[in-house]
């Protein structure tokens, strides 16, 4: 890699924007150069006083004074329609997490970045990401078994804006939590076939509105498809000074877990468990993408122009060291 150091913009300054500032402070072959952000610029206080911010509209003007984008915005309506865009012109990276919809989000992003010359990596942080890898690295060393991922405890945030969006309620935060039999099963090694019930179970801590009818509002939580009808769901009502004091933060973690069989007649078992705990969702998956930033650097200069998860990076690639030095100090 070059002496100078990675050029690299972040794309949207929310918890994600933040995180990852925060994250390419700490790496001394990168530094940002800029923030694009589709609020008014003045409006926007990095914590790097020397950073400049910038409208969204106007990235364009850019090309040729940043080497990867990183794009913080959200999978819903976000990232389907700017990672393609700004691939086109730019290497990029983002945290895409919609799984149903991964395979037309890289089909999309791949097409526009080989037809700029660009490399790109979707999908990057830890659930999709590192437990991804997890599960793959498991699976291919132990075909003969079941995988299992567990998240939790911590805030979903965006079942927490779900509730949000009830009418009478005027904050609110949905915590997923592992059921402790579930994974203690699992981590036994005994496979057994657990529900969507059988693993999670959710609470919600919900700020009502003065004279919001409290009975309706918890059952249309606990009867909302898609995110609590599934799920055995706790409702507790507190106040605002409880929500701020006690719910502040976003952690969050989990677990993947392989129970497997070895052996010619499978007669050795063998259970394989990663696992996360995170004070900051947003900040630990800030430090995937800013490591996935590098790799990007790294492709583009390799001339591997396209679409790329973490699947096909060499693992070499993100991080800082050499390859020599890797070999001797990690390997």
């Not at 364009?60 to 691939?87: H, M, N, W, Y």
């Not at 075909?143 to 904050?171: E, L, M, N």
């Not at 036994?188 to 179970?201: F, I, M, Q, Y």
């Not at 919600?204 to 004279?211: I, T």
């Amino acid at each position: 890699m070059k002496n100078t150091k990675i050029k690299v913009a972040v794309y949207g300054y929310g918890n994600i924007g933040r995180g990852v500032e925060a994250a390419l402070s700490k790496c001394d072959d990168m530094e940002l150069v800029a923030i694009f952000t589709r609020r008014e610029p003045s409006k926007i206080k990095p914590n790097g006083k020397n950073v400049p911010v910038f409208r969204a509209q106007d990235i364009l003007s850019f090309k040729d004074r940043i080497d990867v984008v990183i794009l913080c915005g959200g999978s819903a309506t976000d990232l389907p329609v700017q990672t393609p865009e700004l691939a086109l012109d730019f290497c990029v990276v983002d945290s895409f997490d919609t799984h149903a919809r991964i395979p037309e989000h890289f089909e999309h992003t791949d097409i526009a970045a080989r037809r700029g010359h660009r490399s790109a990596i979707i999908s990057s942080g830890w659930d999709p990401g590192l437990f991804s890898l997890m599960r793959l690295y498991s699976e291919a060393a132990l075909p003969c078994g079941t995988s299992y991922t567990f998240w939790g405890k911590g805030v979903s945030q965006g079942h927490s804006d779900a509730i949000r969006r009830i009418d009478g309620v005027k904050d609110a935060r949905q915590y997923t939590v592992p059921v402790p039999e579930a994974l203690d099963a699992v981590r036994s090694g005994n496979a057994p076939e657990l529900s969507v019930r059988d693993k999670h179970t959710r609470e919600c801590y919900v700020v009502a509105q003065e004279g919001a009818d409290l009975e309706r509002i918890e059952r249309e939580i606990k009867e909302m498809p898609n995110y609590f009808a599934d799920y055995n769901t706790t409702v507790y009502f507190i106040s605002q000074e409880e929500l701020l004091r006690d719910h502040s933060k976003l952690p969050h973690g989990g677990s993947v877990i392989r129970s497997g069989k070895s052996g010619f007649d499978n007669e050795n078992s063998h259970v394989v468990e990663f696992s996360l705990k995170l004070d900051s969702n947003p900040e630990f998956t800030s430090g995937v993408l800013v490591a996935s930033a590098r790799a990007v650097y790294r492709m583009k200069e390799n001339e591997m122009y396209g679409c790329k998860t973490l699947f096909d990076v060499p693992p070499s690639y993100f991080h800082p060291m050499t390859p020599e030095e890797l070999r001797a100090k990690l390997l």
